[in-house]
């Protein structure tokens, strides 16, 4: 790339050299993620991946994508990027496995206004950090340098996962009754939805989010915002291995009454006590603070539940003690019964 520059192309505000400096400065933290050796280095044309496909009988590949949203302004706020590259693998891994699929490789896109390397680094940074938590490969991505469109301080960020599952292990809600059990497994904080009201209620442009609150267990707003989402691959496949999951939704955009019915057949239906559900500090500061419905606060946020996973009643407490093994501390936060409407949801509020 010593030849590879333009000053024509740099006048307009567009830097070539810097994506390659940026490149450069990811290398050792993509190191960290590799599983397996690659036919190619970071910088083709296309990411490679090895696929080994013993012991499937009947191999489907699964892909998830997303991006961090407007909780990026925290970062921008707090000028902290190294961990909004975590949310974002997050985001599509969770997904992945909803469907019982392990996380194989993941893509990233970084669009700024102006490319700082070390900035991108630091982002790219975050996104190997997941990776190694997912145990998934960042196999490339894509940095793009675009002035005028974004201001010079910002820039957006998405990505894309891919997984593996057999046929026969993808999980459906096919064997799902009345009488099962609905596990929550805790969310981290906010994770990454929801932030268009959470900035709106706190006017975090204009208030004070680096003092510590008592609220808070002593953290300021802006650190307990951009907290980062919470990885689950690790415990729900180990949980995967022992147990009958009959359905498991990420708790994202939509809170409670999107997310959870997504996961429940027809005919059926999720029974939630308000009470039973451990809500995280954060949630309650959103709600007091911008005097929020309650119906309104399970409808757009997590409320402290990241995932929720359905079992048979009699594999509840085997189910809890493995995730629990994992490092969830998981607890049942409703049951499922049958419903003569469509309703696929009832909270106790």
């Known amino acids: 790339m010593k030849n590879s520059k333009s000053e024509s192309y740099a006048k307009a505000g567009v830097d070539i050299t810097a994506g390659y400096k940026a490149v450069e400065l990811m290398k050792a933290h993509i190191a960290r993620t590799v599983i397996q050796a690659k036919a190619d280095d970071i910088g083709g044309f296309g990411g490679l991946f090895t696929l080994d496909l013993e012991g499937y009988k009947h191999p489907i590949l699964v892909s998830g994508t997303d991006g961090v949203g407007t909780k990026l302004k925290m970062a921008f706020l707090m000028d902290k990027h190294d961990t909004v590259g975590i949310d974002c693998l997050a985001m599509c891994v969770n997904d992945v496995i909803c469907c019982g699929a392990k996380p194989l490789f993941f893509l990233d896109y970084i669009a700024c206004g102006k490319n700082y390397p070390e900035k991108i680094a630091s982002i790219v940074s975050g996104i190997c950090d997941g990776c190694v938590m997912a145990n998934s490969e960042l196999v490339g991505g894509e940095t793009a340098e675009m002035p005028g469109f974004y201001p010079v301080d910002e820039y957006d960020l998405a990505g894309f996962s891919v997984g593996i599952v057999d046929k026969d292990d993808v999980i459906d809600n096919k064997t799902m009754e009345a009488g099962d059990v609905m596990i929550a497994l805790p969310s981290s904080g906010v994770h990454s939805n929801g932030f268009s009201l959470v900035r709106k209620v706190f006017d975090v442009e204009n208030c004070d989010i680096k003092t510590p609150l008592e609220e808070l267990g002593g953290k300021s707003l802006g650190e307990t915002l951009l907290t980062p989402t919470k990885i689950y691959v690790k415990p729900v496949l180990a949980l995967l291995k022992e147990v009958k999951v009959k359905g498991i939704s990420h ?64 594999d509840v407490e085997k189910a809890i003690s493995i995730l629990k093994a994992h490092g969830e501390d998981a607890y049942v936060v409703g049951h499922i019964e049958k419903s003569s409407t469509d309703d696929k949801i009832e909270i106790n509020l």
């Open 251 to 314: 708790i994202t955009g939509g809170g409670f009454y999107e997310n959870m019915p997504r996961s429940i057949p027809d005919g059926l239906k999720v029974v939630i006590k308000k009470e039973d559900v451990k809500i995280l500090p954060i949630f309650k500061l959103i709600e007091k603070t911008g005097n929020i419905p309650a119906r309104d606060m399970f409808n757009t946020f997590n409320m402290g539940v990241g995932m929720s996973i359905v079992v048979k009643a009699d």
